[in-house]
């Protein structure tokens, strides 16, 4: 097994190895301590200091043959689209008063789908749609706070 205690950088456009991927979620991608196999089947021990996320196409491991990265992989999102920058702040404030990871894009906002959510927003008339795509928690994976 291959033990992963820091990204070593990042994927080269013109990378000329083989690459393998490990292919993580969005949720998989915070963990910091974690065993996970690549498309080939090689097992890696992720062990980073705590707090510091994996992201689409950091480099695990290399040698002279081979580069490792992280894949992200398509998950059920809730798309919400914005229109103009105050309904873009409106639809963030919603998705984060109801402390849902949130991935905002140009006139897009992106959380984890949840059928709930999406109803919520059909009914205050927001365009919205379910889609499979990657999604990152743009904001951290540490916040809280107590009411």
């Given at each position: 097994m291959i033990l992963v205690e820091e990204i070593r950088g990042r994927l080269s456009a013109n990378e000329s190895r083989r690459v393998e991927r490990v292919a993580l979620g969005?949720?998989?991608?915070?963990?910091?301590?974690?065993?996970?196999?690549t498309d080939s089947g090689a097992e890696i021990g992720v062990k980073l200091p705590t707090g510091q996320p994996l992201k689409e196409d950091d480099i695990l491991f290399e040698d002279e043959e081979r580069v490792v990265v992280v894949a992200a992989i398509p998950e059920d999102v809730l798309v919400l689209y914005a229109d103009s920058p105050l309904e873009m702040g409106r639809l963030c404030y919603q998705v984060g008063n109801r402390h849902a990871?949130?991935?905002?894009?140009?006139?897009?906002?992106?959380?984890?789908y949840d059928s709930v959510l999406e109803a919520y927003f059909v009914k205050m008339?927001?365009?919205c749609e379910k889609a499979?795509?990657?999604?990152?928690?743009?904001?951290?994976?540490?916040?809280?706070?107590?009411?």
């Open positions: 969005w949720e998989d991608r915070l963990r910091s301590r974690q065993r996970v196999r990871p949130i991935c905002v894009q140009d006139g897009r906002v992106l959380t984890p008339g927001v365009r499979k795509e990657p999604f990152t928690h743009d904001f951290g994976a540490f916040h809280s706070h107590h009411h």
